[in-house]
Every structure is written in C-alpha cells, then in structure tokens.
C-alpha cells in the first residue's frame, strides 16, 4: 500500500527563490509574518500594507506577480498565470498605468517596446495596453528582487560554463552545475 502525503506550503516558490539568491529583503518579508502578496500590492499601488485585504484585486495582482516572475518570468508568465487566479489581463491597465514611470515605459527596451515585440509573435493574445502593463509588473517585481535577478545571471553563466567544460564544477551561489558524460 502506497500512501501519499502532501502539503502546500504558503509562498514556497518566493521563500526558496529568495533563500537560494539570498535575497534579503524577501526573506524578511517572510520572517516578518506579512503576507507577501499584500506587500507586493503595497508596493505596486504605491500605498499601505493594511490598505488591501485577503479578497482584493490588488492583492490578487501582487500574488500572480510574485508566482510568475521569480523565475525569470515576463509578460507571457504573468499573462499564463493570470487566468489561474481570474485576473481579465484586459482590466489591468487601469490598476497598474497611474503607476508606470517614464523610465519603465519608454526607450528601445522599455516596457512600451517589449509589449509591442511579444504582441507581434502573440497577436491574438491580449491588447498592448495589458502587455504593457504585465511587462511594467514584471520591472516594478525585479526592482524589489535585484538579488534574485543577479543570481538568475550566476545560474546562467555557471550552466554554460558547466557545458562548456565538462568534468569541471561550477557554483552559482548554492546551486553548482557539473557536466559528467556526453
């Protein structure tokens, strides 16, 4: 007889990303007791912690960020997830845009200009004004985790490394890459 046990951790996927990246101020969030999704809120919609409750849209749209971006997500993760959670990509603009800077939006590779990339090769997938806004999301969540996203930047230079010299370890914080045989 075979038995099954399971369990679901609340924020796996954030508190091991941000263990493995040592991403401090994650990891604190997480000690502190707060609930990462309502910080990811405050932070995105630019007001207090205790502004959002457990059902809000908001704190909705801060648990998708925080489930599809830790592992090098962009538009195409947060759009995929989005669905799971009933978030309509369509009414996001009016939630994320009074909070987009300059600086997220414009240049040649500002959130304008990959939202109008991916919706070339994703014509049919949402309007520009959600790409837009699912790539400012995406920006506003590697702001807050610069430390995850180095470790993303280790993790792929120690797995080339790794291929590219076989029989030789290569460490990207805690992780190692190691090639052994064809």
């Given at each position: 007889e075979t038995e099954f046990?399971?369990?679901?951790?609340?924020s796996v996927e954030a508190i091991g990303l941000a263990y493995l990246a040592n991403d401090e101020p994650a990891l604190e969030v997480h000690r502190s007791g707060k609930d990462s999704y309502r910080v990811a809120a405050s932070d995105m919609f630019n007001r207090p912690y205790d502004s959002f409750d457990k059902e809000c849209m908001e704190r909705q749209i801060g648990k998708v960020r925080e489930l599809s971006m830790g592992y090098g997500?962009?538009?195409?993760a947060y759009a995929n997830m989005a669905g799971g959670y009933n978030i309509d990509l369509e009414t996001l603009p009016p939630f994320i845009m009074p909070y987009a800077t300059a600086d997220e939006l414009d240049g040649k590779y500002g959130a304008v200009a990959l939202a109008k990339s991916y919706i070339a090769r994703n014509p049919d997938s949402m309007s520009l004004d959600a790409a837009i806004a699912c790539d400012v999301i995406k920006r506003k969540w590697r702001v807050q985790h610069e430390a995850s996203v180095a470790w993303w930047k280790q993790l792929e230079l120690a797995a080339f490394s790794a291929v590219q010299n076989p029989g030789n370890v290569y460490p990207a914080g805690p992780v190692k890459y190691l090639v052994d045989g064809p």
């Open positions: 046990i399971c369990a679901d951790y609340h997500g962009g538009i195409g």
